[in-house]
């Protein structure tokens, strides 16, 4: 392995495991420090994070794979997350993931610059659809013009 837990990483896992009556409950948490951390939850990353919680590689792996919040792979600076759901499909998600691409110059799926553009299956927001996610910010009741004024100002 090419590193070990940064000490920044080791002080906050040691805050979540106050919080949690044992350290499988603590995974989630602990999954979204390190991603804050490295940027990304890389197999190394899982491997550090199951020993340090005494969890197999195996069980942390299933989890960091289930969930589409952990990105196992590197993302830009702003990761555009645009939900496709049936709310935000009957609501116009088709038009905003449109309009990302367009003003960006880029496909789903793609690192571009700065930029990160995933599909999503829901973000949790129907009532406001259609919905996009730049990293843990949502914008919600999104028209075409909303998206060119929201990736302007992060260009």
Not at 14 to 43: C, F, R
Not at 91 to 98: A, L, N, Q, Y
Not at 136 to 155: A, F, P
Request: glycine letters at 6%; aromatic letters at 8%.
């Amino acid at each position: 392995m090419s590193f070990e837990i940064s000490k920044a990483l080791e002080r906050e896992i040691e805050k979540i495991l106050s919080k949690y009556p044992n350290k499988d409950a603590a995974l989630l948490p602990a999954l979204y420090a390190a991603q804050d951390e490295y940027g990304y939850v890389s197999k190394d990353v899982m491997v550090l994070l199951g020993k340090r919680l005494a969890i197999s590689y195996a069980k942390v792996k299933a989890v960091a794979t289930f969930y589409t919040m952990y990105n196992k792979k590197p993302v830009g600076k702003y990761h555009i997350q645009v939900c496709r759901n049936i709310a935000c499909h009957l609501r116009g998600s088709k038009i905003v993931m449109e309009t990302v691409k367009e003003v960006l110059n880029m496909e789903v799926g793609e690192t571009k610059g700065k930029f990160t553009l995933t599909a999503v299956e829901c973000l949790g927001a129907c009532g406001t659809a259609p919905v996009m996610q730049i990293n843990n910010d949502y914008h919600e009741e999104l028209t075409k013009e909303k998206v060119v004024e929201i990736l302007n100002s992060l260009k």
